[in-house]
């Protein structure tokens, strides 16, 4: 009877330290342009991917945030990441009928040096998808085929940069169309929009209000575990 309660406690244990090891994250962008004089600026798209370290799966939010282009829609998402494109696989859009190429096909507006490894869109041809807009987000699961996802998959991603200097270089990019422009100004109707990824790490130290720090989540599980176990062997004691 003692050896099998201390097997249950020692299982606890375990339990509790690979809780203490599933570490979700965020990452996000934010997407801004076009600096180019002749292309509408006032861009602004918000990305927002969600993980979890034990996980091979994330879910990325793509919302467009341009409120002085009331009729602005996307007309594609490009973005890298690390590795190779087979090993990645994408699902679960929304709005359905939007779909992937990797590598990206030459990006529109933007004149990249390099490619981007994807490319989001919707694909011509009917059946055609429901467009992206500022009131219409654009959401996918992404699933990565030899192994977990790390923040480093998007943070260490290479960053195109285009043969337009004053555009700049990004991990991800968005060409936007039916921009607002200003009648007779000449400028063009779509822009291009550039950013890259940002992870802030979970706060662990002193994150409440006071002196007093705020534990993790797997910080809380060990110590519930360590009293559990205490319990446990004091009523061991008491039995023998």
Not at 201 to 212: A, I, K
């Amino acid at each position: 009877m003692n050896k099998l309660l201390r097997n249950s406690v020692a299982a606890l244990f375990v339990a509790g330290a690979a809780a203490a090891h599933a570490d979700p994250f965020t990452i996000t962008s934010q997407l801004t342009g076009d600096p180019r004089i002749a292309n509408p600026d006032n861009l602004i798209v918000d990305v927002t991917i969600t993980g979890n370290t034990t996980s091979n799966t994330v879910s990325w939010l793509f919302d467009i945030n341009s409120p002085l282009h009331p009729n602005t829609k996307l007309d594609e998402f490009y973005f890298n990441v690390l590795g190779l494109g087979s090993n990645y696989s994408f699902s679960s859009f929304i709005p359905l009928g939007w779909s992937y190429n990797t590598p990206a096909s030459p990006q529109g507006g933007g004149n990249f040096v390099s490619t981007f490894l994807f490319e989001i869109l919707d694909p011509a041809g009917p059946p055609n998808a429901a467009d992206v807009t500022n009131t219409q987000d654009l959401t996918f699961e992404m699933t990565k085929t030899n192994g977990l996802f790390t923040t480093a998959d998007f943070t260490s991603a290479l960053a195109p940069c285009s043969s337009d200097t004053v555009l700049g270089c990004g991990q991800l990019g968005a060409h936007l169309q039916s921009l607002t422009v200003a009648a007779g100004s000449g400028l063009s109707d779509s822009g291009f929009a550039l950013g890259r990824y940002v992870y802030t790490p979970p706060c662990t130290v002193n994150c409440g209000s006071g002196d007093n720090p705020i534990p993790e989540p797997g910080t809380l599980a060990l110590f519930g575990f360590g009293l559990l176990g205490l319990g446990v062997t004091r009523k061991v004691r008491l039995w023998t």
